[in-house]
Nanobody, 125 residues
Framework: VQLQAYGGGLVQAGGSLRLSCAAS???????IGWFRQAPGKEREFVSA????????NYADSVKDRFTISRDNAKNMVYLQMDSLKAEDTAVYYC????????????????????WGQGTLVTVSS
């Protein structure tokens, strides 16, 4: 399994970015999640989506601002980030869930076993 996150960059507060996660290998039937890690902080859950796309989950801090989606035909998962705030500044990672099910409620890092390399999002205030 390989995951590659990209699409980060510098954006002003209130702006938008779309992150992409290219997945390869055994991802059929697995939840894909997004996490982020700000400088000096722990890696935290952002969002997750089931294989079908029918189930999604968001951290309270991003709910109503971020939208997760996936295109299985292209093996891609996206994170549309709108109304960005300075506190959204972090390295964003995509990851594959450890088990092949539709549980999007797993928010702990140990619920995911394969990780992409991360993409930096910087929001200037």
């Amino acid at each position: 399994v390989q995951l590659q996150a990209y699409g980060g960059g510098l954006v002003q507060a209130g702006g938008s970015l779309r992150l992409s996660c290219a997945a390869s290998g055994r991802t059929y039937g697995y939840v894909i999640g997004w996490f982020r890690q700000a400088p000096g902080k722990e890696r935290e859950f952002v969002s997750a989506i089931s294989w079908s796309g029918g189930r999604t989950n968001y951290a309270d801090s991003v709910k109503d601002r971020f939208t997760i989606s996936r295109d299985n035909a292209k093996n891609m998962v996206y994170l549309q980030m709108d109304s960005l705030k300075a506190e959204d500044t972090a390295v964003y990672y995509c990851a594959r869930a450890r088990w092949a099910d539709s549980i999007v409620g797993r928010t702990a890092k140990d619920g995911y076993d394969f990780w992409g390399q991360g993409t930096l999002v910087t929001v200037s205030s």
